[in-house]
């Protein structure tokens, strides 16, 4: 339906509705959505360093910022497209010395008065306009604001790509210092306990193998610790770059813990609103737009096409008449020119047009399903990310109380030093599989909303110049419909 709906005319354009627009989310949870709610999303999470840091980049991304540029670009070319349409009227002035040559038939002649050397003076001016007859040149506006259009949704997903990588490397880097934070924990444990060790080998409590194994977990736990360092210097480093600046420029996060994050409940709204709100999909419409605009432009060249050329002004010899009327000439030149011979290649165009077309509009189902495939992965991860959370805090929680009871039985002899390993080691697991359960579950969060079109705004205005009106209606080609990319 999408595909004869833009195809069947030709360079008129209607927007519709992806069918996949029409369907609903596997799981109705949590419909409802606020448009807010879609702009700032890490304000909302409470911490003033993800806050900034996701701001930084969206300011000075460099990635953002050449988006940015590209928009100047095809807005100049939509300028220019828009010239087009008006005719040009261009002024000139000359003065030429001229010198005639003997040895021509002129020269030869030896006309009385004839003076092989002289001055000539020129003022004037030339006029020039092709009548849009067939909407070829309306279409090329038409084209160049679907292109406009179509790189400030490029800009406004990229803004979406940033946000959600920036806030990912955080809750990246955050989940790792959280890993580190429980191997310290259990570094320190394990020293205290290799300790004590130390002491009853010492006075005989216990036997030189038992001490082996307290050493061995301890050094099984400093053994994980430099990877983990790693990572979490290596996070600190990209999130300078995500921000625009050096790599060390945020080094000093590696050294701060945040604080831990609420998962919240997230409205993901219909299907609908997720297609409004995804600035690819919106990119990949605006494109479709634009090869059904250059459709029509390449079948408007199979029709003549009429115009004028006219000059004027004043010619003369002499700079002291030339603006007598003596001086005075002009040329009026309507044209009709028709390509009606050219061995194919305008049927060849319009071929090469509606195959890019054709192209076009798969290439935006496609973009709506795969959007829709996205979220409705991202919303699952989540939500399974969620219900891990409590999950994970409870085992560290179970496996806390164990230690502490085994610690108490080992003390009075009912377990022996392999038993209370086994409960050290279960703790600090449980204390990992923690951090790393809460690196996972933010990382959902990020992904999932950029998976539903959330935390873009509008480029600046600056560079979102309005799109132009339509042209008024002609009786050859009526005008096509221009929407802005979201409502």
Do not use: H
């Not at 709906?5 to 596997?26: E, F, K, L, N, S």
């Amino acid at each position: 339906m999408l595909l004869s709906g833009c195809m069947a005319v030709g360079g008129d354009y209607d927007r519709q509705p992806p069918p996949a627009a029409q369907t609903d989310w596997i799981d109705r949870a949590n419909v409802a959505v606020a448009e807010e709610e879609f702009v700032a999303w890490w304000r909302e999470l409470g911490d003033p360093e993800l806050a900034r840091l996701v701001e930084a980049a969206l300011e000075d991304n460099l990635t953002i910022r050449q988006g940015l540029s590209r928009i100047e670009e095809a807005n100049a070319r939509r300028l220019r497209a828009r010239a087009a349409r008006y005719p040009s009227v261009s002024a000139e002035s000359s003065a030429t010395v001229l010198q005639q040559s003997l040895n021509t038939q002129l020269g030869q002649a030896q006309f009385p008065g004839f003076e092989r050397q002289y001055e000539q003076y020129a003022l004037g001016s030339a006029f020039n306009w092709q009548v849009d007859l067939w909407g070829q040149r309306r279409r090329r506006i038409d084209a160049a604001d679907a292109r406009v259009e179509a790189l400030i949704a490029a800009a406004n997903g990229a803004r979406l790509a940033i946000a959600s990588e920036t806030a990912a490397t955080y809750f990246t880097m955050a989940g790792f210092q959280q890993e580190k934070r429980a191997l310290l924990l259990g570094i320190e444990a394990q020293r205290t306990q290799l300790g004590l060790a130390e002491t009853r080998l010492e006075a005989g409590a216990i036997s030189r193998a038992q001490l082996v194994l307290v050493e061995a977990e301890l050094a099984r736990l400093e053994e994980q610790l430099p990877s983990v360092e790693a990572e979490i210097q290596a996070n600190a480093l990209a999130l300078g770059v995500l921000t625009g600046r050096l790599p060390e420029t945020e080094i000093a996060l590696a050294d701060r813990v945040p604080p831990l994050l609420e998962l919240p409940d997230i409205p993901v709204g219909t299907r609908a609103d997720l297609l409004r709100r995804r600035p690819d999909v919106a990119r990949l419409e605006r494109e479709l737009a634009a090869e059904t605009f250059e459709l029509g432009i390449a079948r408007g060249e199979l029709f003549p096409q009429l115009g004028l050329d006219a000059s004027g002004g004043f010619t003369s010899i002499d700079p002291g008449t030339i603006l007598s009327g003596d001086s005075t000439r002009f040329t009026i030149v309507p044209f009709l020119s028709w390509r009606v011979f050219d061995g194919g290649r305008v049927r060849a165009d319009i071929r090469l047009a509606q195959a890019e077309a054709r192209t076009a509009a798969l290439a935006y189902v496609e973009g709506t399903i795969t959007a829709i495939e996205e979220a409705e992965t991202a919303i699952a991860q989540y939500d399974l990310a969620r219900e891990g959370r409590p999950l994970a805090l409870r085992t560290i929680e179970l496996a806390q109380e164990n230690l502490r009871l085994a610690r108490i039985r080992f003390e009075v002899g009912d377990i022996d030093r392999f038993e209370l390993q086994d409960a050290e080691r279960t703790y600090s697991d449980a204390l990992r599989n923690g951090a790393i359960s809460y690196r996972n579950s933010t990382l959902a969060l990020a992904q999932l909303y950029a998976a539903l079109g959330g935390g873009w705004q509008a480029v600046p205005p600056y560079v979102a110049i309005p799109v132009p009106a339509p042209a008024p209606p002609s009786a050859a080609a009526p005008p096509s419909t221009i929407l802005p990319i979201s409502d």
